[in-house]
């Protein structure tokens, strides 16, 4: 066996430390930075720049890896259920787990590293579920979680003295302490230490709620990354069955929704007053076109004023199609909202 692994990385403390235990015993460490929509998706959009954060902050090489496919089927028939919210958890690791499996041969690695720690999450931190997990994913004895590899049976790199399982750690549960002291000796500035939030949107109500009709709205089939990614950001209409307008609610959404110049979607605005960026997509019709108008003047500066105008177009730098916006109250805006109470 080599000294060499690959680390499921989130950029969370855990897997910053996971990767941190590995590379003071002088593993090499290729630590893959899982994106989705969901999760890690500002690393898709500009990987350099994340590449430099993560090699400053925490001295660690991040290789981010596109998981959107691997995250669409895994929400769209999770073998293993959900957790509170649409995060299908168990399934979500097991698949990460099998892609890095995967990758082994092709670098020249030996196992596989998780920042996990037992009894963290009420999901895919149960012991039997991480039992579950290291079986499904096929890197049983090969899977190695520095974090509490104590409680856990020696893998076969701590057996073989390829990693010495005295520098191993016995973390358990849900407190943060024994990893903050951790941070704290690797020399990771306060300002640095991400917050235990954990950041995937999956596990947020909201959001789950809209993505859930999402997923329902194209069985038997699946959505596309197109499709999902208008979920993460923005209020959400449903003009018809097939079609659905996003209307941002601050800078930075319209700065996100900007960057969505994809084959399918349709930028709108009102032309003479500020107000919010649109998309639309699905069926452009014009009679759509108009209630997307209507909806965005609502919420622009220009609400409830007549004569207003929105110009359209694929990209927000080139908006050249016009049609009206007609005021609108607030039962008409109602009736394309999407139901967010279950
Ligand atoms: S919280 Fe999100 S990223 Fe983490 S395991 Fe669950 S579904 Fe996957």
Request: charged share 25%.
């Amino acid at each position: 066996m080599k000294k060499k692994c690959i680390a499921l990385y989130s950029g969370g403390l855990d897997s910053i430390l996971a990767v941190k235990l590995m590379q003071e015993q002088s593993v090499d460490v290729v630590a893959v930075y899982f994106c989705t929509p969901f999760f890690g998706a500002d690393v898709l959009h500009d990987p350099e720049k994340h590449r430099e954060y993560h090699r400053r902050a925490y001295g660690v090489h991040i290789t981010p890896y596109d998981f959107t496919e691997d995250i669409i089927n895994a929400v769209s028939n999770p073998e293993h259920g959900f957790g509170k919210h649409l995060n299908p958890c168990i399934d979500c690791k097991i698949r990460m787990l099998k892609r890095a499996g995967r990758m082994l041969e092709e670098l020249d690695a030996s196992f596989v590293v998780t920042g996990e720690v037992l009894g963290q999450r009420p999901m895919s931190q149960r012991r039997d579920a991480m039992n579950l997990i290291e079986r499904k994913s096929g890197l049983k004895d090969i899977l190695v979680r520095p974090l509490c590899a104590k409680h856990l049976p020696p893998s076969l790199p701590e057996r073989s003295n390829l990693v010495d399982r005295e520098q191993l750690l016995d973390a358990a549960g849900r407190g943060r302490k024994t990893q903050i002291e951790l941070a704290r000796k690797y020399g990771i500035e306060p300002g640095d230490i991400p917050n235990p939030a954990g950041g995937c949107l999956l596990t947020d109500g909201q959001i789950s709620r809209k993505v859930r009709s999402t997923f329902e709205r194209f069985r038997p089939g699946k959505p596309g990354r197109a499709d999902i990614v208008l979920d993460t950001a923005g209020r959400k209409f449903m003009l018809d069955a097939n079609t659905v307008l996003v209307i941002s609610r601050s800078e930075d959404e319209n700065r996100f929704l900007s960057s969505l110049v994809w084959p399918g979607n349709v930028f709108l605005k009102i032309a003479d007053v500020p107000g919010p960026l649109s998309i639309v997509r699905g069926d452009i019709s014009e009679e759509n076109l108009r209630t997307a108008a209507a909806l965005c003047l609502r919420y622009g500066k220009g609400r409830g004023t007549e004569g207003r105008v929105a110009v359209y177009g694929p990209d927000p730098e080139a908006m050249t199609g016009t049609v009206d916006a007609p005021a609108a109250g607030e039962d008409y805006c109602r009736r394309f909202q999407i139901d967010l109470s279950t």
